[in-house]
């Protein structure tokens, strides 16, 4: 299987502190994304990091990315009650279509 | 617009018995997607598409038949299911050439 692993698997924090989530990948990749998907329902994307960038930001949201070690981690900071939802990181090659890969998923709980 | 619909929300259906799964989006993406999703499992992908035509079939077992009737359109045809099918399937669409997706909120389907 060409899945990614993410860890933890599960995370459950206090509102205000930090989460971070780590995806790691086996192939050669063009870029790497990260998803949030709420219980049950559809995914929705949340950044996307090129192999030839190392970090980005996107609001409250860091991505960086180490292709020598095929990893990346997602920082959430001052983490809301609304951010409880499950987080997958995507990996994925250009083409004539965006074949994407996705990782096990962290499950992400922020309580008040 | 960047929603992406799917009909129905819901499906229960039998072994034997025929269904289609819809999908729709008006953003202009050319490339469009399914997925299978089991419980606490990531996304899996089945099919895509690439100006309506198929490109990629992930070894889909034959009882699943995908059809593009239009570049706003995307079908799953279902017959002759099996219980272990019941799963959230997902649709998604992008832009060609390694963008990020956009889902549909998903069908949650139910094989008895």
């Known amino acids: 299987s060409q899945q990614g692993e993410e860890d933890p698997q599960a995370l459950s924090i206090q509102e205000g502190e930090n989460a971070t989530m780590n995806c790691s990948y086996k192939?050669?990749?063009?870029?790497l994304q990260w998803y949030r998907q709420n219980s049950g329902r559809g995914l929705v994307h949340l950044i996307l990091?090129?192999?030839?960038?190392r970090e980005k930001h996107s609001g409250r949201l860091r991505v960086t990315l180490d292709t020598s070690k095929k990893s990346s981690s997602l920082l959430i900071t001052a983490s809301r009650a609304a951010d409880t939802a499950s987080y997958f990181c995507?990996?994925?090659?250009?083409?004539?279509?965006?074949?994407?890969?996705f990782g096990t998923g962290t499950r992400l709980q922020v309580t008040l | 617009d960047t929603e992406v619909t799917q009909t129905p929300k819901h499906l229960v259906m039998g072994m034997t018995n025929k269904k289609s799964l819809k999908c729709e989006q008006h953003?202009?993406?050319?490339?469009m997607y399914w997925y299978k999703q089991k419980a606490k499992k990531p996304p899996e992908l089945m099919f895509v598409?690439?100006?309506?035509?198929?490109?990629i079939n992930e070894s889909v077992p034959s009882r699943f038949s995908p059809e593009c009737p239009n570049s706003s359109l995307l079908n799953l045809h279902l017959h002759a299911l099996q219980p272990e099918d019941s799963a959230l399937y997902l649709c998604?669409?992008?832009?060609?050439?390694?963008?990020?997706?956009?889902f549909g909120p998903g069908t949650r389907l139910t094989v008895t």
């Open positions: 998604a669409s992008s832009l060609l050439g390694g963008h990020e997706q956009y």
């Open positions: 192939t050669s990749i063009n870029n």
């Open positions: 990091i090129r192999s030839n960038e």
């Open positions: 995507a990996t994925g090659r250009t083409g004539t279509a965006s074949k994407l890969t």
């Open positions: 953003m202009g993406h050319r490339a």
């Open positions: 598409y690439s100006y309506e035509k198929l490109s």
